[in-house]
Every structure is written in structure tokens, then in C-alpha cells.
């Protein structure tokens, strides 16, 4: 479903799947989620997270189309099961707008014979750009390399894991920055605690990245208030994803870390998505579906005082400037 257009002043424009867009089209939107992942000679993913069927993808994503669903950033990265022509495949045949990403998972993923583990920051820079400005490679079950697509990433996604910014992930963050200076495109991490996500956010501010092209996802898996309010303190989006996710903590604790960030001041910076797996899509004999949280965890919203305009700036306007690039000439060529 898409929305009237919102005079934001500049212009805010998004890379999808099928070319460059306004983002004031875009209108309910889940900022993180996943919609296909394969298994690979190179990865290392269990089963459960496997979303290896593009018919019964493209029935979830259908199902949220027919809700009142209008977008989804899939955030599997560069060499992690992403498969670039079924996501172009998906947007065209649902008419739901698909933002995909470029970037490198957090380390388990990865076989011990990954590549990213003895590239260096500007090889794997360069990579990131490509995937922004050139196309992504497509999925290949043997080689991440084989075959470069004409389907561009339209965000950065990165990660480190509960140890913080080993050197690693120091090289790969250094990475997004040098990707993000270079094309414009905006970082999304994977945070594994809410104070992880501070280290990630100074860090990627320290070197230049200005707060609004940052969104720091799993703010929300374990339920602290104070690192969320510290981190918000800094300008970056917050991303909450554990919705509906019941091993960490049932969607009342999510509503109440919701309204106390609202009550903070913090409307305008907070995301929501779904991020899902193989055991949360119907499609797949799953739980909940892909419209949960437009369904489900919106009214629970509504029912515990949050405002229509609150939830109009978590699901509508706020992805449209989080998932916006820094500036107009770093769109590329190839633009229509």
C-alpha cells in the first residue's frame, strides 16, 4: 500500500531491487528481515533460518502485500545465502518494494576458508561499493564470485558479535565507512546487545558518518532501557526486530521499551522489522507470518497508548529517511 507523498524539503531517494526510487513512495515497512537465504559450500547457517523456496517466499510477501504491506529490506549480506536475482525476481512479481543489502554477516556464518577473513579493509571496501554502484554477485553455491548481477544493494549491513569490535570487525566497519563516504548508501549493523550497539554507533560517528545514515538493529533483543536511551542520545536509528521473537522476551516488554523511548523524545528514530527465519514464515510451517507485526503487534501498540502518528513515524516516515542515501549524485548510473 503505497502513501501521499510527505514533504520531508530535500529530496530522499532509495536504491531497490528494480532501480532508484522517492522514498516518499514507500509507505508501512519493515526495516529488517530476510527473504531468502541459502545454504552454500561456504556458509555455515542452520536449518532454521533457511529460506530456500521462492514460491513459498513469494506467498509470505504476497500475504503482506494483501495486509497493507509496502516494503521490506532483506539483510542477508555478501556471501550468506543472499540471492540477488529472486529478490529482483520477488519485487517485480508482488509489487512490494524490495531493499537489499551489501555488507559481510557476523563471523559463525562464514566457513574457516571465507574469503573476508584475509581481505584486507579496502578489498572488502571495494566490494561493498560494487554491490552499491555495479551490481550484486548473485547466490553460487560454490564460488560468492562466479557471477556479478545487474541488481544493485541499496544498504550497508555489517556486524560483530558479543565481544565487540574485535579486529576483525574493525576492519570490516572501517569498510562501511570508506563504502558509505564513497557511494552515500546508509549502514544498518547487527548489534548482539543493546551496549554493543553503542561501540558500533561511536565508532562508524567517529569517522564521519553522520547519525542518520545509521541504524543499529537488535536494540530490542534483550530489554535495556538506559543503553537504548544512551544510544539514541547519539542520533542514530534504533531498529526493534525482536517482535514476535518469545525466546527473548514476549511483545508486552517490547511495547513498554517502545513507549518509554516515545515518552524519551525518541519517535523519530526508531524502526521496526520482523527479522525473520524459516520458523516465523507461515509459508514454511512457520508461527507467525510476515504480517505479524502489521496485524498483531501494531493494534497491541494501539491498544497501549501509542498514537497514530507515533506509529505513522515507526513504520511509514522513519524508514523513509533511514533507508535514504546521503546524496543525489551517489545514485550511479543506471538511474531511471
Not at 80 to 106: D, P, Q
Not at 112 to 141: H, P, Q, R
Request: glycine share 8%; aromatic share 10%.
Amino acid at each position: 500500500m503505497r502513501k501521499n507523498r510527505v514533504d520531508w524539503g530535500a529530496p530522499l531517494n532509495i536504491r531497490t531491487v528494480v532501480g532508484d526510487e522517492d522514498a516518499h513512495t514507500l509507505g508501512f515497512t519493515h526495516c529488517h528481515d530476510h527473504l531468502f537465504v541459502f545454504q552454500a559450500d561456504y556458509t555455515v547457517l542452520l536449518d532454521g533460518i533457511l529460506l530456500d523456496d521462492y514460491e513459498r517466499t513469494a506467498q509470505e510477501v504476497m500475504e503482506f502485500r494483501r495486509r497493507g504491506g509496502s516494503a521490506l529490506v532483506d539483510l542477508q549480506p555478501f556471501g550468506a545465502g543472499r540471492h540477488a536475482g529472486l529478490l529482483e525476481r520477488l519485487a517485480i512479481e508482488t509489487g512490494v518494494t524490495v531493499i537489499a543489502c551489501t555488507g559481510l554477516h557476523k563471523a559463525p556464518f562464514y566457513s574457516s576458508t571465507f574469503w573476508f577473513w584475509d581481505a584486507s579493509t579496502d578489498e572488502i571496501a571495494d566490494l561493498f561499493i560494487s554491490e552499491l554502484v555495479e551490481g550484486m554477485y548473485d547466490f553460487n553455491k560454490s564460488d560468492p564470485f562466479e557471477h556479478r548481477s545487474a541488481v544493485r544493494a541499496g544498504v550497508i549491513k555489517i556486524a560483530s558479535e558479543e565481544e565487540g569490535l574485535t579486529p576483525l570487525y574493525r576492519k570490516v566497519f572501517e569498510a562501511a565507512v570508506k563504502a558509505h563516504k564513497a557511494a552515500g548508501a546508509p549502514i544498518i549493523t547487527h548489534a548482539e546487545t543493546a551496549e554493543s550497539g553503542i561501540q558500533q554507533a561511536e565508532y562508524l560517528l567517529e569517522r564521519g558518518v553522520r547519525p542518520e545514515h545509521v541504524t543499529i538493529s537488535h536494540m530490542d533483543r534483550r530489554i535495556d532501557w538506559s543503553s537504548n536511551i544512551r544510544c539514541a542520545q547519539l542520533g542514530v536509528f534504533l531498529e526493534y526486530d525482536t517482535i514476535g521473537r518469545f525466546k527473548y522476551h514476549g511483545d508486552a516488554e517490547e511495547i513498554d521499551l517502545i513507549r518509554t523511548m516515545i515518552k524519551r523524545g525518541f519517535a523519530s528514530q526508531i524502526t521496526v522489522g520482523m527479522d525473520s527465519t524459516r520458523e516465523r514464515f507461515l509459508s514454511y510451517g512457520g508461527s507467525l507470518g510476515l504480517h505479524y507485526l502489521l496485524e498483531t503487534f501494531v493494534p497491541a501498540l494501539r491498544a497501549n497508548g501509542v498514537g497514530e502518528r507515533e506509529i505513522e513515524l515507526i513504520t511509514v516516515e522513519n524508514p523513509r529517511r533511514a533507508l535514504a542515501w546521503e546524496k543525489l549524485s551517489a545514485i550511479g548510473p543506471g538511474n531511471e
